[in-house]
Protein backbone atom coordinates (compact mmCIF):
# COMPACT_ATOMS: atom_id res chain seq x y z
CA UNK A 1 0.00 0.00 0.00
CA UNK A 2 1.33 3.35 -1.06
CA UNK A 3 0.65 5.73 1.89
CA UNK A 4 0.32 9.39 1.03
CA UNK A 5 -0.01 11.13 4.26
CA UNK A 6 -1.14 14.02 3.12
CA UNK A 7 -4.47 15.26 2.72
CA UNK A 8 -6.41 14.23 -0.34
CA UNK A 9 -7.65 16.43 -2.50
CA UNK A 10 -11.64 17.20 -2.04
CA UNK A 11 -12.11 14.98 -5.33
CA UNK A 12 -9.66 12.22 -4.71
CA UNK A 13 -12.50 8.88 -5.55
CA UNK A 14 -11.43 7.43 -1.87
CA UNK A 15 -12.98 10.28 -0.41
CA UNK A 16 -16.40 8.98 -2.23
CA UNK A 17 -16.15 5.09 -1.19
CA UNK A 18 -16.83 2.97 1.45
CA UNK A 19 -13.65 2.22 3.68
CA UNK A 20 -12.69 -1.37 4.76
CA UNK A 21 -13.28 -2.73 8.04
CA UNK A 22 -10.22 -3.08 10.17
CA UNK A 23 -9.10 -6.89 10.27
CA UNK A 24 -7.57 -6.90 14.14
CA UNK A 25 -6.74 -10.84 13.60
CA UNK A 26 -4.53 -10.05 10.50
CA UNK A 27 -4.13 -6.15 10.39
CA UNK A 28 -2.60 -4.32 7.06
CA UNK A 29 -0.32 -2.23 9.63
CA UNK A 30 -0.03 -1.75 13.44
CA UNK A 31 -3.12 -0.71 15.09
CA UNK A 32 -1.24 1.80 17.42
CA UNK A 33 0.99 3.18 14.27
CA UNK A 34 -2.30 4.11 12.02
CA UNK A 35 -3.59 5.93 15.37
CA UNK A 36 0.13 7.89 15.78
CA UNK A 37 0.06 8.46 12.19
CA UNK A 38 -3.68 10.23 12.19
CA UNK A 39 -2.82 11.52 15.24
CA UNK A 40 0.21 13.26 14.56
CA UNK A 41 -1.24 14.76 10.59
CA UNK A 42 -4.65 15.93 12.51
CA UNK A 43 -2.63 17.75 15.26
CA UNK A 44 -0.31 19.06 12.12
CA UNK A 45 -2.92 20.17 10.02
CA UNK A 46 -5.31 22.12 13.87
CA UNK A 47 -8.43 19.65 12.96
CA UNK A 48 -10.68 18.10 15.65
CA UNK A 49 -11.17 14.79 13.68
CA UNK A 50 -9.60 12.85 11.24
CA UNK A 51 -10.61 10.01 8.84
CA UNK A 52 -8.01 7.45 7.45
CA UNK A 53 -9.53 7.81 3.86
CA UNK A 54 -8.96 11.36 4.11
CA UNK A 55 -5.16 10.28 3.61
CA UNK A 56 -5.22 7.68 1.56
CA UNK A 57 -5.59 4.46 3.86
CA UNK A 58 -9.21 2.92 3.10
CA UNK A 59 -9.80 1.77 6.98
CA UNK A 60 -12.71 2.08 8.84
CA UNK A 61 -10.79 4.46 11.56
CA UNK A 62 -10.83 7.65 12.63
CA UNK A 63 -9.12 9.97 15.56
CA UNK A 64 -11.10 12.65 17.41
CA UNK A 65 -9.62 15.48 19.93
CA UNK A 66 -8.14 18.39 20.71
CA UNK A 67 -5.17 19.25 18.73
CA UNK A 68 -3.31 21.01 21.28
CA UNK A 69 -4.35 18.00 24.31
CA UNK A 70 -2.51 15.03 22.17
CA UNK A 71 -3.54 12.81 25.38
CA UNK A 72 -7.20 13.64 24.31
CA UNK A 73 -7.44 12.47 21.53
CA UNK A 74 -9.20 9.18 21.15
CA UNK A 75 -8.76 6.15 18.26
CA UNK A 76 -12.28 4.95 16.84
CA UNK A 77 -11.50 1.76 14.66
CA UNK A 78 -14.88 -0.27 12.71
CA UNK A 79 -17.50 2.01 14.49
CA UNK A 80 -21.21 1.46 14.83
CA UNK A 81 -23.97 4.19 15.29
CA UNK A 82 -26.23 1.81 17.43
CA UNK A 83 -28.93 4.57 18.38
CA UNK A 84 -29.22 8.50 17.19
CA UNK A 85 -31.72 10.65 19.87
CA UNK A 86 -32.43 14.33 20.72
CA UNK A 87 -33.13 17.12 18.81
CA UNK A 88 -31.38 17.68 15.45
CA UNK A 89 -29.99 20.97 15.34
CA UNK A 90 -28.00 22.92 12.79
CA UNK A 91 -24.11 24.18 13.44
CA UNK A 92 -21.17 24.95 11.42
CA UNK A 93 -18.87 21.83 10.37
CA UNK A 94 -15.56 22.61 9.30
CA UNK A 95 -13.32 19.78 7.59
CA UNK A 96 -9.66 19.18 6.95
CA UNK A 97 -10.67 18.22 3.09
CA UNK A 98 -12.19 21.68 2.69
CA UNK A 99 -10.29 24.39 4.23
CA UNK A 100 -12.25 27.46 5.22
CA UNK A 101 -15.22 25.83 3.83
CA UNK A 102 -17.77 26.35 7.13
CA UNK A 103 -21.52 25.00 6.37
CA UNK A 104 -24.14 24.48 8.23
CA UNK A 105 -24.89 21.04 8.72
CA UNK A 106 -27.88 19.40 10.69
CA UNK A 107 -26.93 16.32 13.07
CA UNK A 108 -29.02 14.55 16.22
CA UNK A 109 -27.92 16.23 19.24
CA UNK A 110 -27.43 12.26 21.22
CA UNK A 111 -26.01 8.98 19.76
CA UNK A 112 -25.11 5.74 20.92
CA UNK A 113 -22.16 4.46 19.86
CA UNK A 114 -19.82 0.91 19.26
CA UNK A 115 -16.08 1.11 18.48
CA UNK A 116 -12.50 -0.63 19.00
CA UNK A 117 -9.73 1.88 20.25
CA UNK A 118 -6.24 0.56 18.91
CA UNK A 119 -5.44 -1.27 22.49
CA UNK A 120 -8.53 -3.51 21.00
CA UNK A 121 -10.46 -2.52 23.46
CA UNK A 122 -14.33 -2.21 22.15
CA UNK A 123 -16.59 0.77 24.07
CA UNK A 124 -20.26 1.34 23.64
CA UNK A 125 -20.67 5.04 24.93
CA UNK A 126 -23.03 7.67 24.61
CA UNK A 127 -22.01 10.87 23.10
CA UNK A 128 -23.59 14.08 23.27
CA UNK A 129 -23.12 17.87 21.94
CA UNK A 130 -20.21 18.68 19.55
CA UNK A 131 -18.55 15.27 20.47
CA UNK A 132 -21.15 13.55 19.08
CA UNK A 133 -21.72 15.72 15.93
CA UNK A 134 -17.37 15.03 15.32
CA UNK A 135 -18.23 11.72 15.72
CA UNK A 136 -20.89 11.69 13.30
CA UNK A 137 -18.89 13.88 10.70
CA UNK A 138 -16.14 11.73 10.62
CA UNK A 139 -18.37 8.53 10.82
CA UNK A 140 -19.56 10.28 7.39
CA UNK A 141 -16.02 9.87 6.05
CA UNK A 142 -16.19 5.76 6.34
CA UNK A 143 -19.14 5.87 4.55
CA UNK A 144 -17.81 8.26 1.77
CA UNK A 145 -20.38 10.87 2.28
CA UNK A 146 -18.77 14.22 2.51
CA UNK A 147 -20.42 16.84 4.75
CA UNK A 148 -20.92 19.11 1.81
CA UNK A 149 -23.66 16.08 0.48
CA UNK A 150 -25.03 16.79 3.90
CA UNK A 151 -25.69 20.52 3.48
CA UNK A 152 -29.06 21.88 1.89
CA UNK A 153 -28.15 23.99 -1.15
CA UNK A 154 -28.69 27.12 0.39
CA UNK A 155 -26.23 26.35 3.56
CA UNK A 156 -23.50 25.29 1.40
CA UNK A 157 -24.15 28.18 -1.61
CA UNK A 158 -23.55 30.43 1.49
CA UNK A 159 -20.44 28.51 3.11
CA UNK A 160 -18.62 29.14 -0.27
CA UNK A 161 -19.65 32.81 -0.96
CA UNK A 162 -18.30 33.67 2.35
CA UNK A 163 -15.36 31.23 1.43
CA UNK A 164 -14.76 33.67 -1.62
CA UNK A 165 -14.92 36.35 0.18
CA UNK A 166 -12.33 35.36 2.85
CA UNK A 167 -9.76 34.56 0.12
CA UNK A 168 -10.32 38.14 -1.50
CA UNK A 169 -9.46 39.64 1.92
CA UNK A 170 -6.30 37.27 2.51
CA UNK A 171 -5.33 38.23 -0.99
CA UNK A 172 -5.66 41.57 -0.93
CA UNK A 173 -3.87 41.55 2.51
CA UNK A 174 -0.96 39.89 1.43
CA UNK A 175 -0.61 42.26 -1.54
CA UNK A 176 -0.39 45.19 1.58
CA UNK A 177 2.46 43.25 3.18
Same mark, same amino acid.
Given at each position: MNLNLELLPPNHPLLKE?????????????PDHLFMMLSD??? /???????AANQIGIPY???VIGDPTNEDSIISVFNPNIISR? @????? %??? @???TFPDLY??? /??????RTRF???? @??????KLSGMTSRIFQHEY???HGILYT /?? %??????DKAKRDLKKVLKLRKRNAKKS
Open positions: PTQKFDFDDPPMPIMI /KNKGIGLNVFS @GEQYY %AEE @GCLVKI /KRYNVITTHD @GDTDTIDHL /KR %ANPYHL
